[in-house]
Antibody
């Protein structure tokens, strides 16, 4: 069974860097795409970016280049850094597997972590 | 970015009802659409991918259809555990965007 678990600080000060790690078990981190998604309290879902084991990445332009996703295949982990955070970055952050079913069906986010609430406040 | 709208935003229904949620995309996304169910305090759960393929383990009362710019999620007979929120997501063009959600409440 594929499992993902987010970890990191639950409180970050404004202007600092949010750092989260997602630990993967039950699947080879080298074989799939891995994604970060966030959800502000009471609001909708937003994709932040994704990474493939070869370290190719893609990011949501709305984050204005503040996000960096990296991968450590030796630890079966991938990470998110979000720089210069503000209160608007307060959200539940999820990691997920971005699975390519086939060329006609495309991708979906089929396994998710439980999510971690990160609050930006001084 | 590709914008998704969902209708209705809120839906009141009873156990056993058939309900349909519509998701519209601002441009053609072929069949690259997924549907998720999200319960309060939990991560979204994948229900449907490729617009119409049921994810393994998802009850057959859920079904999806559509292509291009208009898609539907149908629950054929609402069960008590289905009263929660549903989101569509386009996976045609990055950033993969989500619809604003539909909340299904008990009438």
């Amino acid at each position: 069974q594929v499992q993902l678990q987010e970890s990191g600080p639950g409180l970050v000060k404004p202007s600092e860097t949010l750092s989260l790690t997602c630990t993967v078990s039950g699947a080879s981190i080298r074989s799939y795409y891995w994604s970060w998604i966030r959800q502000p309290p009471g609001k909708g879902l937003e994709c932040i970016g994704y990474i493939y084991y070869s370290e190719s990445t893609n990011y949501n332009p709305s984050l204005k280049s503040r996000a960096t996703i990296s991968i450590d295949t030796s630890k079966d982990q991938f990470s998110l850094k979000l720089r210069s955070v503000t209160a608007a970055d307060t959200a539940v952050y999820y990691c997920a597997r971005q699975y390519l079913h086939d060329l006609s069906s495309g991708f979906s986010l089929d396994y998710w972590g439980q999510g971690i609430l990160v609050t930006v406040s001084s | 970015d590709i914008q998704l709208t969902q209708s209705p935003s809120f839906l009141s229904a009873s156990v056993g009802d058939r309900v349909t949620i519509t998701c519209r995309a601002s441009q053609d996304i072929s069949g690259f659409l997924a549907w998720y169910q999200q319960k309060p305090g939990k991560a979204p759960r994948l229900l449907i991918y490729g617009a119409s393929t049921l994810q393994s383990g998802v009850p057959s009362r859920f079904s999806g259809s559509g292509s291009g710019t208009e898609f539907t999620l149908t629950i054929s007979s609402l069960q008590p555990e289905d009263f929660t929120s549903y989101y569509c997501q386009q996976l045609n063009t990055y950033p993969f965007t989500f619809g604003p959600g539909t909340k299904v409440d008990i009438k």
